[in-house]
């Protein structure tokens, strides 16, 4: 009789960790998605401004920063020097025109 209530408990507690562990995997799995819902979404917004870009002839970086202030909010996209970081991409300027639009890999500047 002994023997049975050892064997029960041991895999009472095995059955727990192994329920534990798919719940913690389930739980990681929500977060991935969701973090690429948030990365889909911005990508759509960023090929929406640049769509918007694209209409303009040359494109000029005063015009691009007036056309990004009337799509996004300033909190959402960054300047250093010739480059422009928006949601997930980023906009290249030479000599004050756009010369490059490369995708980020999650790196924002400081």
Avoid: A, C
């Avoid at 640049?50 to 002839?57: A, R």
């Avoid at 015009?63 to 300047?79: A, G, R, T, W």
Wanted: hydrophobic letters at 45%; charged letters at 25%; proline letters at 1%.
């Amino acid at each position: 009789m002994k023997t049975y209530k050892i064997l029960f408990w041991i895999l009472f507690s095995i059955s727990i960790l192994f329920s534990g562990y798919h719940f913690l995997t389930v739980k990681v799995l929500e977060v991935k998605i969701r973090f690429n819902e948030w990365t889909i979404s911005d990508l759509n917004n960023d090929i929406h401004i640049i769509s918007d870009l694209t209409l303009l002839n040359k494109v000029q970086k005063n015009k691009v920063d007036s056309v990004l202030k009337y799509n996004i909010i300033s909190d959402h996209f960054k300047q250093s020097g010739d480059t422009i970081f928006l949601h997930q991409s980023i906009l290249l300027f030479k000599e004050d025109t756009l010369h490059q639009i490369e995708e980020k890999l999650y790196i924002t500047p400081k």
